[in-house]
């Protein structure tokens, strides 16, 4: 599907944006395992969601809706997953392949992950290595680097591992073998990643210490079943965000938005550049920070993005890059070789269709340098298969010249169904 987006009437009033889809995740695959039914309010109805709940029911686990925004998992307890009949589709979703991979290490039969191209092109080695090291038996393409992955459980034992990489999927899939491993299992992070994971294992009676990027996990007998209630994405949210800085006159309130600290780093990165975004109605719910995040029109200045910031904004890199091509000065992201292994290689992908638009944007091999500001113009570009792209070059066609007509626009669906009649409900 091909979708325009031009440029025009400022973005004025306040919304809420679709439940957090890693919390959405986390909520479907711990409420599996645990003993009783778990409730899920505003979890996100998404393309990555669905991939969790079929990859869940063919673990044998019922997953029923129960009203608007309402789902609840029919949870299992530890060892009660089933043996699935087939192979396991998860989609285009990475979360889903590489925290189940974790979940049925545990389980004494044998589970084969598989996903759409682009799925099966994303590394896995990063979760297969240390999973084997804990005692699972796993094959795959190239060694186990690519899926399909064949996991055959049981057996498990704690280890110390160091990430090589900060990766809250690897982490969360390790905790997850270690639930049902035989001692602790101790992860270190090089950086701080979003920890949902923590939280929620917590929330329900697990055994989870986090010192100094040191996250230790005790086996588990059982997890107590929860209510859990989604806040709105903030990476969705930073979208929306993005739009109300760059476009003159604009002023949005996103409501119920998490503010997580270890997902917050696209806020710290705005303000940075000179961004008007405050926060309002500061609050907890479910063991997360939620606030009403209030964003209006303004100058930006180019600012330098690396190190400890990296994990903590690393979906909304990219829309740093689009921010960029309107700042003043120079907008340098480093560090951040993780994007080429996303969806797809967001580095890339963002520099050719930028440079389609007339940004003056350079490659990196750990990431970009755009010198701004600069009017960009319309034209015809692609999202490659990639929700987050899809996104970022709707929000530059806001600031173009002339419409940014967007191939494969549909694959936002991934994330934000609703994005783009949103971003046009916006505008006055």
Same mark, same amino acid.
């Given at each position: 599907?091909?979708?325009?987006?031009?440029?025009?009437?400022?973005?004025?009033?306040?919304?809420?944006?679709?439940?957090?889809?890693?919390?959405?995740?986390?909520?479907?695959?711990?409420?599996?395992?645990?003993?009783?039914?778990?409730?899920?309010?505003?979890?996100?109805?998404?393309?990555?969601?669905?991939?969790?709940?079929?990859?869940?029911?063919?673990?044998?686990?019922?997953?029923?809706?129960?009203?608007? !925004?309402?789902?609840?998992?029919?949870?299992?307890?530890?060892?009660?997953?089933?043996?699935?009949?087939?192979?396991?589709?998860?989609?285009?979703?990475?979360?889903?392949?590489?925290?189940? %991979?974790?979940?049925?290490?545990?389980?004494?039969?044998?589970?084969?992950?598989?996903? /759409?191209?682009?799925?099966? /092109?994303?590394?896995?080695?990063?979760?297969?290595?240390?999973? /084997?090291?804990?005692?699972?038996?796993?094959?795959?393409?190239?060694?186990?680097?690519?899926?399909?992955?064949?996991?055959? #459980?049981?057996?498990?034992?704690?280890?110390?591992?160091?990430?090589?990489?900060?990766?809250?999927?690897?982490? @969360?899939?390790?905790?997850?073998?270690?639930?049902?491993?035989?001692?602790?299992?101790?992860?270190?992070?090089?950086?701080?990643?979003?920890?949902?994971?923590?939280?929620?294992?917590?929330?329900?009676?697990?055994?989870?210490?986090?010192?100094? #990027?040191?996250? /230790?996990?005790?086996?588990?007998?059982?997890?107590?079943?929860?209510?859990?209630?989604?806040?709105?994405?903030?990476?969705?949210?930073?979208?929306?965000?993005?739009?109300?800085?760059?476009?003159?006159?604009?002023?949005?309130?996103?409501?119920?938005?998490?503010?997580?600290?270890?997902? &917050?780093?696209?806020?710290?990165?705005?303000?940075?550049?000179?961004?008007?975004?405050?926060?309002?109605?500061?609050?907890?719910?479910?063991?997360?920070?939620? %606030? !009403?995040?209030?964003?209006?029109?303004?100058?930006?200045?180019?600012?330098?993005?690396?190190?400890?910031?990296?994990?903590? %904004?690393?979906?909304?890199?990219?829309?740093? &890059?689009?921010?960029?091509?309107?700042?003043?000065?120079?907008?340098?992201?480093?560090?951040?070789?993780?994007?080429?292994?996303?969806? @797809?290689?967001?580095? %890339?992908?963002?520099?050719?269709?930028?440079?389609?638009?007339?940004?003056?944007?350079?490659?990196?091999?750990?990431?970009?340098?755009?010198?701004?500001?600069?009017?960009?113009?319309? #034209?015809?570009?692609?999202?490659?298969?990639?929700?987050?792209?899809?996104?970022?070059?709707?929000?530059?066609?806001?600031?173009?010249?002339?419409?940014?007509?967007?191939?494969?626009?549909?694959?936002?669906?991934?994330?934000?169904?609703?994005?783009?009649?949103?971003?046009?409900?916006?505008?006055?």
């Amino acid at each position: 599907m091909r979708r325009a987006v031009g440029p025009g009437r400022p973005l004025v009033g306040e919304c809420s944006v679709p439940g957090d889809k890693s919390i959405t995740h986390r909520a479907l695959l711990f409420g599996a395992i645990a003993s009783g039914d778990t409730v899920v309010q505003g979890y996100l109805e998404s393309g990555d969601s669905r991939a969790t709940i079929g990859a869940l029911t063919a673990l044998g686990v019922s997953v029923e809706p129960a009203g608007t !925004d309402r789902l609840v998992v029919h949870g299992r307890g530890l060892q009660g997953l089933h043996e699935p009949d087939d192979v396991v589709d998860c989609l285009g979703s990475g979360t889903t392949m590489r925290l189940l %991979a974790g979940l049925v290490s545990g389980c004494d039969f044998t589970t084969v992950l598989t996903g /759409r191209d682009a799925l099966r /092109r994303r590394p896995m080695d990063r979760v297969v290595e240390p999973l /084997r090291r804990m005692g699972a038996r796993i094959i795959g393409r190239s060694g186990g680097r690519l899926a399909p992955l064949a996991i055959g #459980g049981g057996n498990l034992h704690g280890i110390e591992y160091d990430l090589p990489v900060a990766s809250a999927q690897v982490k @969360s899939a390790l905790l997850l073998a270690g639930l049902q491993a035989n001692g602790p299992t101790m992860v270190t992070e090089p950086a701080p990643t979003r920890d949902h994971s923590e939280r929620m294992l917590r929330a329900m009676g697990v055994a989870v210490e986090s010192q100094a #990027g040191r996250i /230790r996990i005790e086996p588990a007998d059982m997890l107590r079943p929860l209510e859990i209630a989604v806040p709105g994405d903030l990476s969705s949210a930073a979208f929306l965000v993005a739009a109300a800085l760059l476009v003159s006159g604009s002023r949005l309130r996103l409501n119920g938005v998490g503010i997580n600290p270890t997902r &917050a780093g696209f806020i710290d990165i705005a303000r940075a550049m000179g961004g008007e975004v405050t926060l309002e109605n500061a609050c907890e719910s479910g063991g997360e920070p939620v %606030a !009403d995040i209030v964003v209006s029109s303004c100058s930006l200045r180019g600012v330098r993005v690396q190190g400890a910031l990296i994990p903590l %904004a690393i979906d909304e890199l990219p829309l740093v &890059a689009v921010l960029g091509t309107q700042a003043e000065g120079v907008t340098e992201v480093r560090e951040a070789a993780e994007l080429r292994v996303k969806e @797809s290689d967001r580095i %890339a992908g963002l520099v050719h269709e930028l440079r389609a638009l007339g940004a003056r944007i350079e490659e990196l091999p750990d990431g970009y340098l755009v010198e701004g500001p600069t009017r960009l113009h319309g #034209g015809r570009v692609e999202a490659h298969g990639d929700h987050r792209l899809a996104m970022c070059l709707a929000i530059a066609g806001l600031v173009a010249d002339g419409p940014v007509e967007i191939e494969g626009a549909e694959i936002v669906s991934e994330s934000f169904p609703a994005f783009f009649d949103l971003l046009e409900n916006l505008r006055q």
